[in-house]
C-alpha cells in the first residue's frame, strides 16, 4: 500500500509564496508518475503540475511560469513551489502518485490566498 501526505498549506496574501511538500511511504516503484491537483468550491479538481521519474514536468496554462514541481527520489516527496499566488488559486491541493495501473491521493491540504 502507499500512504502520501500532504504539508505545507496555509493562508497568504496575493502575490506571496508557498511550498508544498508531499512525503510517499509504503511500496513505491522506481517508475511512476507524481502530481499535484486542485478543488476549489463547487468546481472539479483540476491538474496543476506532473513530473516523472525523470524529471518531466507539465504544466497547465494558469500557473506555468508561477509553479514548479520537483522531486526528490530518494525521500521519496514532491514538491509544488507556488509564487506569485493569486486568489483563484485558492483550493485543496491534493499530491498524486501514479504507478502501473493505481493511482493513489493524499488527504489534501487548503491553501487560500486573500488579502
Known amino acids: 500500500q502507499v500512504r502520501l501526505v500532504e504539508s505545507g498549506g496555509g493562508l497568504v496574501q496575493p502575490g506571496g509564496s508557498l511550498r508544498l511538500s508531499c512525503a510517499a511511504s509504503?511500496?513505491?516503484?522506481?517508475?511512476?508518475?507524481q502530481g499535484w491537483y486542485r478543488q476549489a468550491p463547487g468546481k472539479e479538481r483540476e491538474l496543476v503540475a506532473t513530473i516523472t521519474s525523470g524529471g518531466l514536468t507539465n504544466y497547465p496554462d494558469s500557473v506555468k511560469g508561477r509553479f514548479t514541481i520537483s522531486r526528490d527520489n530518494p525521500k521519496k516527496t514532491v514538491y509544488l513551489q507556488m509564487n506569485s499566488l493569486k486568489p483563484e488559486d485558492t483550493a485543496v491541493y491534493y499530491c498524486n502518485l501514479r504507478q502501473i495501473t493505481t493511482t493513489y491521493w493524499g488527504q489534501g491540504t487548503q491553501v487560500t490566498v486573500s488579502s
Open positions: 509504503g511500496n513505491i516503484f522506481s517508475a511512476n508518475m
